[in-house]
């Protein structure tokens, strides 16, 4: 691989994409951040008519703005349909069936990192260049009990729920906080409740 090429990779791997990607399924989300630095949500397919899933795309929608990136597939341009319906002020980014194609299947997870950020910035993503410090970190779970506790991961549920972020694991939780801009003093009040 040349200086240059090795020099791009770099660069796209430092890139922090403001809103939050939705994407299809676990494999799709692996790929994506493989490509970039982002928040992402699965629907897990036709699941996306879920209640509880719309919600939390609406927090991010709400908080982040989101990008919807499915797979170049029938399927997958249902699903697009849906969460345009539902989010009429979302991005949406492409990668083409050829991009998204190997070995006969079809999706996400089959893209390179380079298609994936040339999809997203051609949705005119915003790159995150904000180089304040994050809030939230791993001594604010631990003191909180949200993390390394008895009931922490039920702890963690309900407080995302409050805060509508939807439960997630310690380092999704941190990153969530962070990433959906909530501040410390609304964390406090969902823990408070």
Do not use: W
């Not at 989101?66 to 949406?92: C, H, Q």
């Not at 995302?160 to 969530?176: A, E, M, V």
């Amino acid at each position: 691989m040349s200086n240059s090429k090795e020099k791009i990779k770099e660069i796209i791997k430092k890139i922090i994409i403001k809103e939050v990607i939705v994407v299809e399924g676990r494999d799709d989300i692996s790929a994506v951040k493989a490509a970039v630095d982002a928040e992402v949500i699965e629907v897990n397919g036709f699941a996306v008519r879920k209640t509880n899933t719309l919600q939390k795309i609406k927090v991010a929608s709400d908080k982040n703005g989101i990008i919807i990136l499915t797979d170049p597939d029938f399927a997958g341009e249902k699903i697009r349909k849906t969460l345009n319906d539902n989010f009429p002020e979302a991005k949406n980014a492409f990668i083409s069936r050829e991009e998204g194609t190997k070995d006969n299947d079809i999706g996400v997870e089959n893209a390179s990192t380079e298609a994936i950020v040339d999809a997203l910035l051609k949705a005119k993503c915003v790159i995150n260049t904000d180089n304040t410090k994050d809030i939230f970190n791993i001594s604010h779970m631990i003191d909180n009990n949200l993390m390394g506790g008895v009931n922490s991961a039920e702890k963690r549920a309900e407080v995302g729920k409050k805060l509508g972020i939807g439960y997630s694991n310690g380092k999704q939780f941190i990153s969530r906080l962070n990433r959906y801009g909530i501040t410390y003093g609304e964390f406090i009040a969902a823990l408070n409740n």
